[in-house]
């Protein structure tokens, strides 16, 4: 059975950083591509990073170049999204998500963590 388990989301102020991580189980680590989408609530699904565990390359989104950082353990089977400099606009669910395909669309992943909510303070 997949599973994707994200953690260290929660309460911050604006300014201050966060990582969250993402454990999974279940497939074979290497032959997917593993991102971070964020849904705040009314408004769509919006991509954040994804990185391919194979080779290491990565995709960040223009919202917060600069400021998040994806990374992954394949020791641990984890990826981990580092996130400074937060901004009250970066309050959301954030999911962790894996495709066989590389890097899709926000909506596209084949599977989807639970979900950790992050929320910043102004």
């Known amino acids: 059975e997949v599973q994707l388990v994200e953690s260290g989301g929660g309460l911050v102020q604006a300014g201050e950083s966060l990582r969250l991580s993402c454990a999974a189980s279940g497939f074979t680590f290497d032959d997917y591509s593993i991102g971070w989408v964020r849904q705040a609530p009314g408004k769509e699904r919006e991509g954040v990073s994804c990185i391919s565990t194979r080779d290491g390359s990565f995709y960040t989104y223009d919202s917060v170049k600069g400021r998040f950082t994806i990374s992954s353990d394949n020791a641990k089977n984890t990826v981990y999204l580092q996130m400074n400099s937060l901004k009250p606009e970066d309050t959301a669910v954030y999911y962790c998500?894996?495709?066989?395909?590389?890097?899709?669309?926000?909506?596209?992943?084949?599977?989807w963590g639970q979900g950790t909510q992050v929320t910043v303070s102004s």
């Open positions: 998500a894996a495709d066989p395909f590389g890097c899709p669309g926000p909506d596209e992943y084949e599977f």
